[in-house]
């Protein structure tokens, strides 16, 4: 089981079933949003429990990105067609006992950090 909450804890969430894919996400949406690349864990919807009311973003046609509105935290990436919803690692209360699996949109990354791990890159998502 996975907790977490924002900066503020107006928003709590509780992932009970397994978290999948944890990856590195550096397009610019993401880096503009967090400030940096975005980390997060895929959870399946009907395993996923929030507390509090997230507000959502609309990033494009396809996909919308969940904040706190009080203290602004990123929490949430949700594909428009996904079963699953996409949690913020930093967001994770205590170990998690994760580890990245890769890094995805290593094409767009910022010009001023460079990915030095053996974690597996993918240049675009597939």
């Given amino acids: 089981m996975l907790r977490g909450s924002c900066l503020c804890g107006d928003i709590r969430f509780t992932a009970t079933g397994p978290a999948r894919d944890p990856a ?3 397009c610019s949406q993401c880096r503009k949003q ?12 009907d395993a996923l429990s929030v507390t509090g009311t997230p507000q959502w973003y609309a990033a494009s046609d ?5 904040f706190c509105p009080r ?3 990123f929490l949430f990436w949700k594909g ?4 699953d919803t996409g949690i913020a690692l930093g967001a994770l209360d ?6 990245l ?3 995805i949109f290593t094409a767009d ?6 990915i030095t791990d053996d974690t597996p890159k993918q240049e675009q998502e597939t």
């Fill in 34 to 45: 967090s400030g940096h690349h975005w980390a997060s864990v895929q959870v399946m919807d």
């Fill in 71 to 73: 203290c602004g935290s």
């Fill in 94 to 99: 205590g170990p998690t006992g994760l580890r």
């Fill in 62 to 66: 396809s996909a919308r990105r969940g």
């Fill in 109 to 114: 990354k910022g010009d001023y950090y460079d």
């Fill in 24 to 26: 590195a996400c550096h």
């Fill in 101 to 103: 699996k890769r890094h």
């Fill in 80 to 83: 428009a067609a996904d079963p």
